[in-house]
DNA sequence: TACTATTCCTACTAAGTTGATAGGAGTTTT
DNA sequence: AAAACTCCTATCAACTTAGTAGGAATAGTA
């Protein structure tokens, strides 16, 4: 399972990627209300990407964040690390954070290479999910104010 | 992450299934001291597999655990899923532990599609592994006393 | 019937993680 | 100088994890 800050920030960051404008800074208080993230906690979720180089910050009364570089370039697997850490299901296998499985010798472990196909195929889905794909799914989902295509699209739903 | 627990019950379950023969009781306390697993804590993991419907047990003097269906109808998901819960990444994408994601909307959840792909890739590779495949791994890597197989490849690597 | 050896059960504990909140320091614009 | 942000440290309650303690229930054996 990936933690409750794990998928504030993905929501976070979709919300920042879905902006009009992309140099726009984003506020967290605006992103808080919403997103419906707590606001103090968001803020050091917010913090943890600036740090995992995912986004940029500005203080000050003007201040905000935007995306360090472009949504296509963000991958999922990117942000998992950053805050929740290994995607693998054991430290042994795990390629950004390896650890070794205390109590296992790791050349005759049994079950490394079941956990080895599951990390592979993992990533290999994760890699490949930037933060524009998802952040096309959102926009689809919930369209924007003033945005032309989803208003049309909504009227048509009737 | 799986937890250390999960990790001991893989490691009990390939020791029992492991057994030359398959009708032999095998003790905890065998278990414990071939395996390094804390005897107590071992107990209580051997206890869950047992209301997990995949060990037999007998109480007594003779007593001990035996598989209750053979190891290669044993699949590593079903382990997991007795002691750590879900495999899938997010609640709202569990086959057998599903519960909402509180505070967002299902029905136009961005991030469930990624998750559902996970999960099934995961699935895909757990439920095809079986306890029998993990123990032929364990018998090929570890060879046992008297056999006879192993004893010359043993001495055939000098 | 004792005795012994095993599983089984309830309860407890220490350490670590998760999901926050509090309070204020630093920074930038007006 | 004031206002409005980000940033930082510390703290907290609830929960989870990894294990331990002590003994009850059960089964074979002398």
């Given at each position: 399972m990936i933690s409750h800050k794990c998928k504030y920030a993905i929501r976070a960051l979709i919300d920042i990627a879905a902006?009009?404008?992309?140099n726009k800074t984003v506020m967290s208080s605006e992103i808080a209300t919403r997103q419906q993230i707590p606001k103090k906690f968001l803020e050091t979720i917010l913090r943890d990407l600036r740090n995992g180089r995912i986004l940029h910050s500005r203080r000050g009364s003007t201040g905000g964040y935007t995306l360090l570089k472009p949504a296509s370039e963000i991958t999922t697997t990117e942000i998992i690390r950053i805050i929740d850490?290994?995607?693998?299901?054991l430290p042994c296998v795990s390629l950004n954070y390896y650890a070794s499985c205390e109590g296992c010798d790791e050349s005759t472990c049994q079950i490394k290479g079941v956990f080895e196909q599951v990390r592979d195929k993992t990533l290999g889905i994760l890699n490949h999910t930037s933060l524009a794909d998802l952040r096309d799914q959102y926009l689809k989902n919930t369209p924007q104010v003033g945005d032309k295509k989803s208003e049309s699209a909504r009227s048509s739903q009737k």
């Amino acid at each position: 399972m990936i933690s409750h800050k794990c998928k504030y920030a993905i929501r976070a960051l979709i919300d920042i990627a879905a902006q009009h404008d992309p140099n726009k800074t984003v506020m967290s208080s605006e992103i808080a209300t919403r997103q419906q993230i707590p606001k103090k906690f968001l803020e050091t979720i917010l913090r943890d990407l600036r740090n995992g180089r995912i986004l940029h910050s500005r203080r000050g009364s003007t201040g905000g964040y935007t995306l360090l570089k472009p949504a296509s370039e963000i991958t999922t697997t990117e942000i998992i690390r950053i805050i929740d850490g290994p995607i693998a299901l054991l430290p042994c296998v795990s390629l950004n954070y390896y650890a070794s499985c205390e109590g296992c010798d790791e050349s005759t472990c049994q079950i490394k290479g079941v956990f080895e196909q599951v990390r592979d195929k993992t990533l290999g889905i994760l890699n490949h999910t930037s933060l524009a794909d998802l952040r096309d799914q959102y926009l689809k989902n919930t369209p924007q104010v003033g945005d032309k295509k989803s208003e049309s699209a909504r009227s048509s739903q009737k």
